[in-house]
């Protein structure tokens, strides 16, 4: 099977002078395969053979970012869920619940405390319209960018182990989030440029949340898109400044301490002068070290503390450089 395919990739650059767009749709779904096959070079031949010559994109800086931009493009292949899930929500961490189930339990703003399955009791801010949700059911996980969106700002050239990566994405927390049914659905495949949050007051996190997955990915965002963007992020009380996830900080070793002298059997001490009290020292705030992710934090033995709500423990926001939502507001993120 692998050799008719390869023959027909040969007979259609020989003979009708290059691969059609179904062909390369199929050559991109097969890379991978090819590679292990032994092709090496199907990567090479698939830039020379099916992507059309681009632009150089430019950047623009926005939020602290450089965010590029590019007129949308799909590369000449249509775009397809498929592409990016085939098999659906995955188990990333094999802890049994899956990406859906992990981002619900994540941004729940009330859990049941006698609830430990992956899909829990409890309610949910829908925090695009302020809808406050009683049930999973009625929650969606939204791909902050769509996938079709993905798909014309450069996800078009990606492997599908990369697509598939971003589709259950728990790195960035900005990727996925758990709204109303209602309001990703009225969403869709929009930009922003095409579809705003109906609260205002959501405007500025989600031009931010928006802005950081496609630097992050490595994503492009067109004129219309950029502007958009721009006026959501007026509405933001302070100028926006977003933190992408770095490698893990080494954590910041503690003062070391000046050893106190002995006096040995011969020496003789120096007597303290008494004509004026020695002023204490000022103590000094001990640096907080402030981790990449709660991943990060758990890699460097943080220790988890109790919420003050539901039954998870998790980690201080404060000590997390991009932390998640903070589904019950009490101060803790990624509870478990």
């Not at 697509?163 to 929009?190: E, I």
């Not at 609260?199 to 630097?215: E, G, H």
């Not at 106190?260 to 120096?270: C, G, R, W, Y």
């Not at 503390?305 to 589904?327: C, L, T």
Request: net charge negative; with cysteine; proline share 9%.
């Amino acid at each position: 099977m692998l050799a008719l395919f390869l023959a027909a990739v040969w007979f259609a650059i020989t003979i009708d002078g290059g691969p059609t767009a179904e062909l390369c749709t199929q050559l991109d779904t097969a890379r991978e395969n090819l590679k292990q096959a032994g092709w090496q070079g199907v990567d090479v031949f698939y830039e020379a053979n099916c992507v059309p010559e681009q632009t150089t994109p430019t950047t623009t800086d926005i939020a602290g970012l450089q965010l590029k931009t590019a007129p949308e493009s799909d590369g000449g292949l249509s775009y397809g869920r498929w592409m990016y899930e085939q098999s659906g929500w995955d188990d990333i961490d094999d802890d049994g619940c899956n990406t859906r189930e992990e981002v619900l339990v994540a941004e729940a703003s009330t859990l049941a405390d006698d609830d430990d399955s992956c899909v829990p009791d409890g309610t949910w801010l829908s925090w695009y319209d302020g809808e406050t949700v009683d049930s999973a059911r009625g929650v969606d996980i939204d791909h902050m960018v769509p996938l079709a969106e993905v798909h014309e700002s450069g996800g078009w050239r990606w492997s599908y182990p990369r697509r598939y990566a971003y589709a259950n994405d728990l790195t960035l927390p900005q990727t996925l989030t758990a709204v109303s049914a209602s309001s990703n659905r009225s969403k869709g495949a929009r930009d922003p440029a095409e579809w705003k949050p109906p609260l205002d007051s959501a405007w500025c996190q989600y031009a931010q949340d928006w802005i950081a997955v496609k630097v992050f990915w490595g994503l492009s965002a067109d004129d219309a898109e950029v502007t958009a963007l721009r006026t959501m992020l007026e509405e933001c009380d302070e100028t926006p400044r977003i933190v992408l996830p770095t490698p893990t900080p080494t954590p910041t070793p503690a003062a070391t301490p000046t050893p106190t002298p002995t006096l040995s059997s011969t020496a003789t001490p120096t007597p303290t002068p008494t004509s004026a009290a020695t002023p204490a020292p000022t103590p000094t705030a001990t640096p907080i070290t402030v981790y990449a992710s709660c991943d990060a934090a758990e890699a460097a033995g943080v220790a988890r503390v109790q919420g003050s709500k539901g039954k998870g423990r998790g980690f201080p926001i404060e000590i997390i450089a991009n932390p998640p939502r903070d589904g019950d507001r009490d101060g803790i993120v990624c509870e478990i």
